[in-house]
């Protein structure tokens, strides 16, 4: 079972929008709205941003925003800001009790 | 508060095997499912298997099957992930990390460095 395909990386400028995408198949992100991302500081665990494909949890602010269609889920983050500086990866549920996720994408704030 | 907390880090000859231990705190331990997930020197997460609240059910990724066990002690609140067979390769930090609502983690362990290396 291969990751699901993220852009290596993506960048912008503080206060510009950004989107991050993750494709899978439809035995994974098309196929269940089980569609979570996490962000990873440089030797920090990862800390959930998204679940169910928009949830938002407590804490995470609304600048960030989760989306999916189709076999492709996305994250956006509006109003760049430097400390969104990090890794992020998207996750999926894939069928039969497992989980899959994306090879991870290095957002740099220019 | 929720609060995962790992064993030390470890050194292992290739061959032998490693048990990461995780202590749960701050919520009913036999609500939620378990993950295990990895991370290689530089590289990205990589999910290894869950454990159901009553350790009588495990999944494990394919690629892990026949040298990973997960085993969990409800007396102590603590998980443990056992894998055998240690190769190079196997050298990253593990985590533990609970599940929440649907296959997803808000909370996760500090991760334990598994270096393998003769």
């Known amino acids: 079972q291969s990751a699901l395909t993220q852009p290596r990386s993506v960048s912008g400028s503080p206060g510009q929008s950004v989107t991050i995408s993750c494709t899978g198949t439809?035995?994974?992100?098309?196929?269940?709205?089980?569609v979570s991302w996490y962000q990873q500081h440089p030797g920090k665990a990862p800390k959930l941003m998204f679940y169910d494909v928009s949830k938002r949890p407590s804490g995470v602010p609304d600048r960030f925003s989760g989306s999916k269609s189709g076999n492709t889920a996305s994250l956006t983050i509006s109003g760049l800001q430097a400390e969104d500086e990090a890794d992020y990866y998207c996750c999926s549920y894939a069928g039969s009790s497992t989980v899959i996720f994306g090879g991870g994408t290095k957002l740099t704030v220019l | 508060q929720v609060q995962l907390v790992q064993s030390g880090a470890e050194v292992k000859k290739p061959g032998a095997s490693v048990k990461v231990s995780c202590k749960a705190s701050g919520y009913t331990f036999t609500n939620s499912n378990m993950h295990w997930v990895r991370q290689a020197p530089g590289q990205g997460l990589e999910w290894m298997g869950i454990?159901?609240?009553?350790?009588?059910?495990?999944n494990y990724a394919q690629k892990f099957q026949g040298r990973v066990t997960m085993s969990r002690d409800t007396s102590t609140s603590t998980v443990h992930m056992e894998l055998s067979s240690l190769r190079a390769e196997d050298t990253a930090v593990y985590y533990c990390a609970r599940e929440g609502s649907s296959w997803n983690s808000g909370h996760w362990g500090q991760g334990t460095l598994v270096t393998v290396s003769s």
């Open positions: 439809s035995s994974d992100i098309g196929g269940y709205n089980y």
């Open positions: 454990i159901d609240p009553s350790g009588d059910i495990t």
